[in-house]
């Protein structure tokens, strides 16, 4: 019954909030018409996606003996999260917490290199008439196509005759290129920026770039949080790349560092019992990014939803 | 003044000498347009277009022991295609995707619909707790799983003991390719839902009044006018999982340090180049392996594209279909 009144309230708010954006409240809403047997079945795939993240945080409180000796979806033996933070925080001289830092600089200023590349090849696409638009247009969407882990080995070996192997260089420039980001720059730059509003900062005298820099850029903002948070995990989960680049463990991002802690782990050769570190590790590792998402999902998703895979 | 000679200009440039040179104005614009292009086409050039080119250059060679690297013709590419391991990788990644990229964006469409209905409660939580998966790497997301399917202390197997149904084997040569669907299924689920959920959501109301006023009902909704309306998003996903699927690598390489023996160093093309590269120094073989791949992917995402578009001319697809 009250969940047939709120729902009411619900719909009769948006369609009277003038502005719900492209959509107006739909009129065949579900008057009441939420459905249990929905409900059960999408509660049971949230448990398919939660329920290994709950194994992970709960493994990250567990020593290696109760690791392997109680059950894994609940607490049990001693509560060891600090220990293993500690093991974590202080194993080979603390690296882990180098490799997170690596890791930061790497998505961050990939991300945002990228973002600006392809904000301004997107804006350009999106807002101005030029010879030869369709034929760049046609192979940054072709580029898409293109495998990049295919790319990566004649990659490292032009940047290996550069000298620009085990450097953070080798990471960082062949991030930047994000041709998915451009294609959703266009899109929402397209849908974003009204041509009037160009127009007239032209008729006042601003010069292209000055219009880009002021008019277009603030009304670009969820566009430029979608793009910047896409090519954030794009560099911070990569594993290829930095694995073929780098070979000083002191210059490895997290991914290949964890990687290289679970085959030392599993080796079963070395004398600490690295099982625990290694979760713990990988529950500490995925906290960033989760927090960066729920937190900014109000623009990442505006970015996607206003027009961003219109196509 | 600013006005006018803008217009003004306009008539006398249909004048044959003036042409070619478009008015100040719009010269300075296009000047402007190709100097935002500059940034990402200096690193496109240099990040995909040279490797690419240096990649094709580089599988036409054979390094010999003597002589050093001699031009080898199509010599690579012939040893690729009669190579039975790299044949196999293909073949595994093929059959991969063929069946984990169906049951994929299969249920992410259909959490997608269900989410963009309404139907269910707490959509907002729903929504997010399956995007989550996304944002852990694949490293992590293996080495998680890894430690899920074991088969002594993994909670799955404690789990089936309990209830008396004996201890399944994830990790077997047999089922190690179903286990690695399951996990980049986990993965990417969540992401594709919302690329659909988005689309899904900026379906104009309009498209709507019709089917509601004939009555239709929320499958006939969802089949006749919501699937048609974001066919270009869905399109997107699949391109975007054939590439996925061909290049699988940290899935196989991190599976290989748990199960040796269901993992071979040839279990992906993309694996196997990897190990022909840095384990063999096999660097021109690896190269044709590399370049053959991203050809097979650019391939095939041609022709799944263009079935694509087929369906879209014959369906009725009224909305803004740009390039």
Redesign the interface.
């Known amino acids: 019954m009250t969940s047939i009144d709120t729902s009411l309230i619900k719909t009769d708010n948006e369609s009277d909030g003038t502005q719900s954006?492209?959509?107006?409240?739909?009129?065949?809403?579900?008057e009441g018409?939420?459905?249990l047997l929905?409900?059960v079945?999408?509660?049971l795939?949230?448990l398919?996606?939660?329920l290994?993240?709950w194994?992970?945080f709960v493994?990250s409180t567990k020593n290696n003996s109760a690791?392997?000796?109680t059950?894994?979806?609940w607490f049990g033996g001693d509560f060891s999260l600090w220990e293993n933070l500690q093991t974590l925080f202080t194993v080979r001289d603390g690296i882990f917490l180098r490799w997170m830092l690596n890791t930061f600089v790497y998505a961050f200023v990939s991300a945002a290199g990228a973002t600006?590349?392809?904000t301004?090849?997107g804006?350009?696409?999106a807002k101005?008439?030029?010879?030869g638009?369709?034929l760049?247009?046609?192979?940054?969407l072709g580029?898409?196509?293109?495998?990049?882990?295919?790319?990566a080995?004649?990659?490292?070996?032009?940047f290996s005759q550069a000298g620009l192997t085990d450097t953070p260089w080798a990471v960082i420039?062949?991030s930047?290129?994000s041709?998915f980001g451009?294609y959703l720059m266009r899109v929402y730059a397209a849908d974003a920026i009204p041509d009037g509003l160009i127009e007239a900062a032209?008729?006042d005298?601003a010069?292209?770039?000055r219009i880009?820099a002021q008019v277009g850029l603030r009304l670009l903002g969820p566009g430029l949080v979608t793009v910047f948070l896409f090519s954030l995990?794009a560099t911070?989960?990569n594993?290829?790349l930095p694995l073929?680049m780098l070979n000083s463990s002191e210059l490895y991002p997290?991914?290949?560092g964890?990687?290289q802690l679970?085959?030392a782990a599993?080796a079963g050769g070395g004398s600490q019992a690295l099982f625990s570190t290694?979760?713990t590790g990988?529950f500490v590792?995925?906290l960033p990014?989760?927090i960066?998402?729920?937190f900014l999902?109000r623009y990442w998703?505006s970015g996607?939803?206003?027009?961003?895979?219109?196509? | 003044m600013t006005h006018s000679p803008a217009l003004a200009s306009e008539r006398p440039a249909s004048a044959p000498p003036l042409k070619k040179r478009a008015n100040p104005m719009k010269r300075k614009q296009r000047l402007a347009a190709y100097l935002f292009l500059v940034p990402f086409f200096i690193v496109f050039i240099t990040m995909l277009v040279v490797p690419l080119v240096y990649a094709g250059y580089l599988s036409l060679f054979e390094s010999k022991l003597i002589g050093g690297d001699v031009f080898a013709g199509l010599a690579n590419y012939v040893r690729a295609l009669t190579d039975s391991a790299f044949l196999a990788g293909l073949g595994r990644v093929g059959l991969f995707f063929i069946i984990q990229v169906p049951i994929m964006l299969g249920l992410a469409l259909f959490l997608a619909l269900a989410l963009d209905s309404a139907r269910g409660r707490g959509s907002k939580a729903v929504r997010l707790l399956i995007f989550v998966p996304y944002a852990v790497p694949a490293v992590v997301a293996t080495l998680m799983w890894g430690y899920l399917y074991g088969p002594d202390f993994g909670p799955i197997a404690q789990i089936s003991r309990a209830v008396g149904l004996g201890t399944p084997d994830f990790l077997s040569p047999e089922s190690i390719l179903g286990s690695m669907m399951n996990i980049v299924t986990w993965e990417f689920v969540g992401y594709n839902m919302i690329i659909m959920y988005a689309a899904l959501r900026s379906i104009p109301a309009e498209l709507y009044e019709a089917a509601e006023i004939d009555g239709a009902g929320q499958f006939r909704l969802a089949w006749s006018i919501k699937i048609p309306a974001i066919r270009p998003a869905l399109m997107l996903t699949v391109i975007f999982s054939i590439i996925g699927s061909f290049q699988l690598f940290a899935e196989p390489s991190l599976l290989n340090a748990i199960a040796p023996d269901a993992i071979s160093t040839s279990f992906t093309p993309n694996y196997y180049a990897y190990n022909l590269a840095f384990i063999n120094q096999e660097l021109n073989y690896a190269a044709a392996i590399a370049f053959l791949l991203g050809v097979v992917i650019a391939i095939v995402s041609y022709f799944v594209q263009l079935a694509g578009e087929r369906r879209e001319r014959v369906g009725l697809a009224e909305r803004g279909i740009e390039p």
């Not at chain 1, 954006?21 to 809403?29: E, F, H, K, L």
């Not at chain 1, 080995?153 to 032009?158: N, W």
């Open positions: 954006p492209p959509r107006t409240a739909r009129r065949y809403s579900p018409r939420r459905s929905l409900t079945l999408l509660w795939c949230v398919y996606f939660v290994p993240l194994w992970l493994s690791l392997f000796s059950f894994g979806m600006l590349l392809a301004m090849a804006y350009s696409f101005y008439d030029f010879p638009k369709k760049l247009f046609s192979a940054t580029a898409v196509m293109i495998p990049l882990t295919a790319l080995l004649p990659t490292y070996l032009l420039i062949p930047l290129v041709p451009v032209r008729v005298g010069g292209e770039f880009f995990v911070w989960n594993y290829f073929i997290i991914t290949v964890l990687a679970q085959s599993s290694v979760i990988s590792s995925i990014l989760v960066a998402f729920l999902q998703q996607l939803a206003s027009g961003g895979v219109k196509g």
